[in-house]
């Protein structure tokens, strides 16, 4: 048994078909949870519930919704409770990557950024939350960005949507904690995700591009998918039971360098 104690938990993982979500479904259902994997695309999210569904005990299930959206967002809720029975664990993952700034960036451009990556947090938690209290409690870990902390140019939707996933955390962590709910933040830097692979399409070279961004981090690479996933699963776990309302790098070192 795992010191995380995770087993016969029941965790939602928003984003779960592709990258950190990927990897953060399949940590949980390693270790013993029964994972629901929300994604828009079918193809993607089937494909990780069938890879869960071959370990040893695997349970998961697919919810196809848009998590910017107020009814996909509640159902998500009602069909893991309908499929487990309750809900203990929340990794609110979903996002997207948008370039511009506040002058080149059009207004569809901004709002969708922010209703996939910040306002998305806000709908499904909502609708989350009552099944964590009903089932004494609860942990949510929401994925921001270094990005949160120091900025790349040209990235103003992006980069206000994962501030405010931050100043977020903080809050829901504050409200909830006498629900027994605790709530963190992860802050990846560059990681190898599909994410990641389509900023690379921007530039000339996209493979050395990706390895000239390893670079710029202090560790000489980009990060995998599972090292980001790792610590969602701690922060998540009863192993981390007085941490809450904190934000977490994970960055390879980026942040800790001035130049």
Known sequence: ????????????????????????????????????????????????????????????????????????????????????????????????????????????????????????IYL???????????????????????????CLPNSAAYVASKGGVVALTREMALDFVGQNIRVNAVLPASVHTPMLEFAATQEAQPDKAITDWGKLHPMGRVGKPEEVANLVLFLASPAAGFITGAPYLVDGGAAAKIF
């Open 1 to 120: 048994m795992s010191f995380l104690g995770l087993e016969g938990k029941v965790a939602i993982v928003t984003g779960g078909g592709a990258g950190i979500g990927r990897a953060t479904a399949l940590g949980f259902a390693r270790e013993g949870a029964k994972v629901a994997v929300v994604d828009l695309s079918e193809t993607n999210g089937q494909a990780v519930v069938a890879e869960i569904e071959k370990l040893e005990k695997g349970q998961a299930i697919y919810i196809k919704a848009d998590v910017s959206r107020t009814a996909d967002a509640q159902r998500i809720a009602e069909e893991t409770v309908a499929a487990f029975g309750r809900i203990d664990i929340l990794h609110n993952n979903a996002a997207i990557q948008t370039y511009g700034t506040v002058v080149s960036t059009d207004e569809d451009t901004w709002d969708r950024t922010i209703n996939i990556n910040l306002k998305s």
């Open 124 to 150: 499904v938690s909502k609708y989350v939350i009552p099944h964590m209290i009903k089932g004494g409690g609860g942990a949510i870990v929401n994925t921001a960005s270094i990005q949160a902390e120091v």
